[in-house]
């Protein structure tokens, strides 16, 4: 499996041949989704949903399906009949060659006094888990946490926490647009070896482009 980085909270992954896009949003290459035989969307928030980009990768290319909970599907369904499929905790299904099931119901507590919409998480061959805008912690192992590194809903010490909650193998930041260059060292070292320990995890970060076989 090759996982490539796309902006932000956005990751490409590509197997026998077969390609699947998690979360293009706002802040992901206005082509993120393209050229994906599956999309999968973890809520409706800009920064990981945008419709434009969407639209733009299901027109070009008439197998390309989505895969995303019931707010984003209503806003999609209309126009590609049979090609947005509406998914829930505990779901399980198969897309671009890829075993997938679905954790977590809530996004994270930005604030008491903003309402919180439903988030989905996704484990990917039972391997590499994307949680979306939530600290969800799958009730299985996983070798790779795409983490939520930095995002109004948290704080470094809830980020350690979570990494040692789920135990994985390597933990790989996104959801991360909003560091600055000055900021990147910080976090780097919080969740490094050098910092308070992350549960033995590999801790890393790859730029937009960038890939990494796993």
């Known amino acids: ?31 993120a989704a393209l050229g ?17 980009r969407l639209r733009a ?18 806003r999609l369904s209309a126009a590609f009949p049979g090609r947005v499929h509406t998914v829930g905790e505990g779901d399980t299904f198969r ?31 039972g391997a590499v888990f994307h949680p979306g805008d939530a600290l969800t912690v799958p009730d299985r192992p996983v070798e790779t946490l795409l983490l939520p590194v930095h995002a109004p809903w948290n ?17 790989i930041d996104v959801h991360d647009a909003l560091l600055t260059d000055l900021a990147r060292p910080v976090y780097d070292r919080m969740l490094g070896p050098d910092g308070p320990g992350v549960a033995d995890a590999d801790h890393g970060r790859l730029v937009p482009g960038q890939s990494l076989e796993l």
């Open 155 to 171: 704080k470094v010490g809830e980020i350690i926490d979570y990494v040692r909650a789920v135990r994985p193998t390597r933990a």
């Open 36 to 52: 994906a035989e599956a999309i999968l969307v973890t809520h409706e928030h800009p920064d990981h949903f945008d419709e434009e």
């Open 95 to 125: 897309a671009a060659g890829f075993d997938i099931e679905v954790h977590g119901q809530l996004h994270a507590v930005i604030h008491p006094d903003i309402p919180r919409i439903t988030n989905v998480g996704y484990v990917l061959d």
């Open 1 to 31: 499996m090759r996982l490539t980085k796309q902006g932000h909270s956005c990751v490409r992954l590509e197997k026998d041949g077969r390609t699947l896009v998690i979360d293009p949003g706002a802040f992901s290459e206005r082509d």
């Open 57 to 74: 990768a299901l027109d070009a290319d008439p197998a390309a399906e989505v895969w995303t909970l019931r707010s984003v599907a209503e």
